[in-house]
């Protein structure tokens, strides 16, 4: 009987939880509809609240954005909209930095979050996955004798808080391990082992110990 028990909750759990963090999604972003005028809100028009709704409206605004955008016309209008931002100190110092973080993170060029290293931490005889975000500055580069890169190291089993680091190149290893299994490996603290690609990961994290 109990190992009937635990292969339901093997089937039910992973279903129940993302069943769970697809409506929380949902539910957030259905908050869009409470931008528009109170009167015309799909709940008031239609007398009953439709899940799904506000995210369908949300996804289609992002998606007219970005084909308004990708025009002339539309990049003019950008440029005016961020220098009327430049002009406010804290919001400009708050829009650029968030700006320069996601075109790094969603467009197709740089080495943020491309590669996934293997760290010294929390004290030289432990390792843990990080992602390397980039090289320094030249004001912190000029400080340090040997080549360093910045490097997140993500907390399990949440990887949106973590540590950021600067680290010799030579003393990380970079795994043949894409940043979404990497991702997987950290939210299951280990348990859900990314797949084996090229020469493995057993063989970097030998090499790894070797060094």
């Known amino acids: 009987m109990k190992k009937y028990f635990i292969t339901g909750l093997l089937i039910w759990v ?3 939880i993302t069943a769970w ?3 929380l999604i949902v539910r957030t ?36 954005t970005g084909l308004i955008t990708a025009n002339f016309v539309g990049q003019r209008l950008v440029s005016f909209w961020e220098s009327l931002l430049s002009r406010i100190p804290v919001v400009k110092s708050i829009y650029y930095s968030v700006k320069q973080v996601s075109d790094t993170l969603f467009s197709g060029n740089g080495e943020a979050f491309r590669k996934v290293l293997l760290v010294r931490y ?7 996955v990080a992602f390397q975000t980039g090289t320094p500055t030249t004001d912190v580069s000029q400080h340090t004798d040997d080549e360093v890169v910045s490097v997140f190291i993500p907390t399990a089993p949440s990887p949106v808080n973590g540590f950021f680091f600067f680290v010799r190149k030579r003393d990380t290893v970079e795994l ?16 859900v082992a990314p797949p084996l690609r090229g020469n493995g990961i057993p063989n970097l994290l030998g090499r790894a110990q070797n060094e």
């Open 14 to 16: 992973p279903l129940a």
């Open 21 to 23: 963090v697809l409506s």
């Open 29 to 64: 972003m259905d908050q869009s509809l409470l931008l528009l005028p109170h009167a015309i809100q799909p709940e008031q028009l239609l007398g009953i609240y439709i899940p799904g709704i506000g995210a369908l409206m949300t996804l289609l605004v992002v998606f007219l």
């Open 122 to 128: 929390p004290h030289p005889e432990a390792w843990a």
């Open 176 to 191: 043949d391990m894409s940043v979404d299994d990497a991702l997987k490996y950290i939210v299951s603290m280990g348990v």
